[in-house]
Structure formats: structure tokens, C-alpha cells
């Protein structure tokens, strides 16, 4: 779909269509984290310390960059057999890895600057669903992240020159004059809608009554660790990288559920709320 209205743009104003594709994604990729940024002001309103932790939000952007680079690189250079320049200057990005180093890096950030971390990571985590669910609809719109292939009805195919298409092309699972992929499941719409049921289930939880601090935080890395672990399942992008069976991605998951339960099972205390927010309902 993302392939016909590009070609269709392209037609009407002489653009390539893949630049009409990329920046079909970039715009709703920084949708998605305007929203959450916004969204996420909006909760940190009446904190008496939400300059500091905007400051945090923002300086956490480039490190939740290089996080989302990192797995590539690694992926790349072990296809390699060595690390090179131009292995670190171009490849993708990996929306897991980059999520949970700008989270690493807000938490690092607040204990530097003496603040309790959960006011900002809850507030965050809260919205970081409905941001990602942008994200990955500007994955479907540039043919990125595509599913493994499927005769079934829900069956996408991307046109010519796109990743799903190569990748079948050079399997040679593509006659020749094959001008799309096969039919594969679209797996950026099956994240889409899980992110936006885990963005509703974690409102609801979070109106209904107050939540101690870092549940939030909690439920949704546990929440989105089950749904990537689940939806990796029907991935077919090649370059995500399967180690004896299953996906990176699912292998971060399981780390991630490991983390959570320690956390949980080892967070009987509170953690002690910093003395400029003290009195502050968190």
C-alpha cells in the first residue's frame, strides 16, 4: 500500500519513490516521538522538577540513536568477519535496542542529576506504545520490518525494489518479470495494533487508580517484551538477525522479561524519593 501511494506521489510530483518512502517513515517516526514527548510533558505538568526532567528526556534522544544503531553494527560485522567504517556509517536502525538505551539513559540521567527516576520513565513508558505505533506504520509505508511470507488472506506484497522483494528476488523465490514479493504478513500492522491495545491497557491501569512508582515502567517492558517475543514469530526481514531459532529480538526479550521479574521480586522497598520531590505525588 505504502509502495502504490509513493508511486502514485511520484508520478504526480517527479520525486524517486524512494525518497517519497523515506520520508513517508522519517515523518511518521517523528510523529510518533512528538507524541510522546508531548504526551509526556503533559503528565510531568505539576512536577515542581519537570525542566530537569525534560532536559533528561531530550539528551537521552542521541544515546536511544546509538542504541538503535548498535544491533546492526554487531549483526553486520559478525556477517562480515570484521568491523568496518562503512558498516558503522550505514545500515538500519532497531527500534528495541534504541528504546531501551534512551530509557537507560533518562534513568542514569535523573540518579546524576539526584532526581527520582519514575515521575519521567512512567510518564514515558505510558506513551511510548501509541508513539511506536506511528513508528511502525511508517515501517509498512517504507516496505521495512515486512513478515514472512503467507497464503492467507491478510497477504501484503511490496512492489519492486523494495526490502521484502529483494530479499525474495535474491532467494529466488521470484520468477523472472516479477514486478512484487510474495504475499507476506504484515507485520507492521500486526505491532501497530499490539502496540495500541498495550498503549490502552496501560491507560486504563493508570486512570483507574494511582500506581506505585516504576509500575508503569514495569508493565509496559514486560508487556512489550511478550508482544515482540510473539510477533517475531511471523517476521521475515532477514537482516533482524535468527540465532538457533529464534530472533535477536526475541533473545533481547527474554532479558528483558529476566530484568523485570528481578526487579519486581527484588523491589520490596520503595525506592526513597529524592528530597525536591518528596511530598510530590508520584
Known amino acids: 500500500m505504502g509502495g502504490f501511494i509513493a508511486f502514485l506521489l511520484s508520478r504526480a510530483t517527479g520525486l524517486s519513490v524512494f525518497a517519497i518512502l523515506e520520508a ?20 510531568l505538568a505539576a512536577n515542581p522538577d519537570r525542566g530537569r526532567y525534560h532536559l533528561i528526556f531530550l539528551a537521552a534522544l542521541p544515546v536511544g540513536l546509538a542504541g538503535a544503531r548498535l544491533l546492526p553494527i554487531i ?35 535523573c540518579r546524576i542529576m539526584r532526581l527520582s527516576p519514575w515521575p519521567l520513565l512512567d510518564a514515558v513508558c505510558l506513551y511510548l506504545p501509541l508513539g511506536h505505533a506511528f513508528g511502525r506504520l511508517g515501517c509498512f509505508f517504507g516496505g521495512c520490518c515486512f513478515g514472512a511470507p503467507t497464503e492467507s488472506a491478510c497477504g501484503v506484497r511490496f512492489p519492486a525494489g523494495s526490502p521484502a522483494f529483494l530479499q525474495h528476488k535474491s532467494q529466488g523465490l521470484l520468477p523472472d518479470g516479477a514486478v512484487a514479493s510474495l504475499p507476506v504478513h504484515p507485520s507492521q500492522l500486526y505491532e501497530t495494533a499490539g502496540n495500541l491495545l498495550l498503549f490502552a491497557v496501560l491507560l486504563l491501569l493508570s486512570k483507574r487508580r494511582p500506581l506505585p512508582p516504576g509500575r508503569l515502567t514495569a508493565l509496559y517492558l514486560a508487556g512489550y517484551a511478550a508482544l515482540r517475543f510473539t510477533l517475531e514469530f511471523w517476521r521475515g526481514d532477514a537482516l533482524r538477525g535468527v540465532y538457533f531459532g529464534l530472533s535477536a529480538s526475541q533473545y533481547i526479550a527474554l532479558a528483558t522479561w529476566a530484568a523485570v521479574l528481578a526487579a519486581v521480586l527484588g523491589g520490596g522497598k520503595k525506592p526513597a524519593a529524592p528530597h525536591s520531590a518528596a511530598h510530590f505525588p508520584q
Not at 24 to 43: C, D, H, I, K, P
Not at 89 to 104: E, I, P, S, W
Request: with cysteine.
Open 75 to 109: 549483526q553486520d560485522a559478525l556477517a562480515a568477519g570484521r568491523l568496518t567504517y562503512g558498516l558503522i556509517a550505514a545500515g538500519g536502525l532497531v527500534f528495541y535496542t534504541g528504546a531501551l538505551a534512551a530509557l537507560c539513559a533518562m534513568y542514569a540521567g
Open 24 to 43: 513517508g517513515y522519517l515523518l511518521l517516526s517523528l510523529t510518533g516521538l512528538a507524541l510522546v514527548y508531548g504526551f509526556a510533558r503533559r503528565e
